[in-house]
């Protein structure tokens, strides 16, 4: 079992709105940054969100983050097919002075 | 921008050894801390170490500590993972990742298979 809890599955049509939600705790994302990754297996994987809610250059604004207490969200809208891949959460445990990843979800564009 | 790159993957029988390289390049590797992460068939992302940008402070998880070390040598701009006491569980893609806050460069991986 992960630290941080997602769910394994999302999906939704093209054009569409999708949020994938992500569960901690108080010692990782309750005081901790939350990023997100994008990953398509056999790929390096791709940071599209860091510090809870800002974008590295080149992420499109279709991509959002936001952290409440001990649970995060990623925002994805404007739904494409190329967007069908392997989403993680991922922030800092300072009890157990580790990195923690979501278990990862995956996103189906029907 | 940066790169990275890792090598040494391969096939190991249960309990022996192997050594992972990650070679950095376009950025000044002596600055960031390095980390080690990998992905076994069917699941998902999992942290391996972290150590700092001096080496001086390091950290693993708990599935790999005692067996696994961490180092970099600042002067080659090289990332390394020995691997001892291999087991069937560790079989998996090898990433190594720069963190500055996120990670935020990534190599393509280094698959290494632990099979008799």
């Known amino acids: 079992q992960s630290v941080l809890t997602q769910p394994p599955s999302v999906s939704a049509a093209p054009g569409q709105r999708v949020t994938i939600s992500c569960s901690g705790s108080g010692s990782n994302i309750g005081s901790n940054f939350v990023s997100w990754y994008q990953h398509l297996p056999g790929t390096a994987p791709k940071l599209l969100i860091h510090?809870?809610?800002r974008r590295p250059s080149g992420i499109p604004d279709r991509f959002s983050g936001s952290k409440s207490a001990t649970s995060a969200t990623l925002g994805i809208t404007g739904l494409q097919t190329g967007d069908e891949a392997d989403y993680y959460c991922e922030t800092w445990d300072s009890s157990l002075s580790a990195v923690v990843f979501g278990g990862g979800t995956k996103l189906t564009v029907l | 921008q940066g790169q990275l790159v890792e090598s040494g993957g391969g096939v190991v029988q249960p309990g022996r050894s192997l050594r992972l390289s990650c070679a950095a390049s376009?950025?000044?590797?002596?600055?960031?801390?390095m980390h080690w992460v990998r992905q076994a068939p069917g699941k998902g992302l999992e942290w391996v170490a972290v150590i700092s940008y001096d080496g001086k402070n390091i950290y693993y998880a708990d599935s790999v500590r005692g067996r696994f070390t961490i180092s970099r040598d600042n002067s080659k701009n090289t990332l390394y993972l020995q691997m001892n006491s291999l087991r069937a569980e560790d079989t998996a893609v090898y990433h190594c990742a720069r963190r500055d806050g996120a990670f935020d460069i990534w190599g393509q991986g280094t698959t290494v298979t632990v099979s008799s």
């Open positions: 510090d809870n809610n």
């Open positions: 376009g950025f000044t590797f002596s600055s960031y801390a």
